[in-house]
């Protein structure tokens, strides 16, 4: 089995994107440029900010957040990145049944949400300074001591209590 590089990582990971997640781009901000930014700056805990200082010949951080605000709809964008996520299964996966998990995650927000944010942010107990959350839900497999994501679903605080929901995903 080959060893992926870092290099080699992030080429099929841009890929990935760039093949299942559509931004209208314009200038020299090509989608591939946004993806790169934003895995480094994800892979390095880092702001798009820092990130798109730090590296040369990129768009601004004004750019990519620019080109970001089209994908105002978070169906689309949960329904692309989970497509991305099953495009590039394991045949392991794929073949006969798996046990599943799920996980509940949060993600701390700091400020005064738009009226777009608002219905996303999740109100729980304190913690890294805030009681103000993005939530999501992710569903995975472990096969051979290897987490495999099939689907993430963001938490809207209004659906927290009692509500069903349906996160799809198809392993064929």
Do not use: W
Not at 127 to 156: D, E, H, M, P, W
Request: aromatic fraction near 8%.
């Amino acid at each position: 089995m080959p060893v992926l590089t870092d290099s080699k990582t992030l080429n099929q990971v841009v890929n990935c994107l760039t093949e299942n997640i559509p931004i209208q781009t314009q200038g020299k901000c090509e989608q591939q440029n946004i993806f790169e930014i934003l895995i480094r700056a994800a892979t390095q805990r880092d702001s798009i900010e820092n990130t798109s200082k730090v590296l040369k010949n990129v768009p601004t951080s004004n750019d990519i957040r620019y080109h970001l605000e089209k994908y105002s709809d978070l169906n689309s964008l949960e329904l692309d990145l989970n497509t991305a996520l099953q495009s590039r299964l394991p045949d392991a996966i794929r073949e006969g049944q798996q046990k599943i998990a799920i996980d509940f995650n949060l993600i701390p927000y700091y400020g005064e949400p738009s009226p777009l944010e608002a219905p996303y942010i999740y109100r729980s107990q304190a913690k890294s300074g805030t009681c103000s959350f993005y939530a999501y839900a992710t569903v995975y497999v472990i096969k051979k001591n290897k987490r495999v994501t099939l689907a993430i679903k963001a938490v809207q605080q209004q659906n927290t209590r009692g509500s069903n929901y349906h996160l799809s995903f198809s392993t064929n």
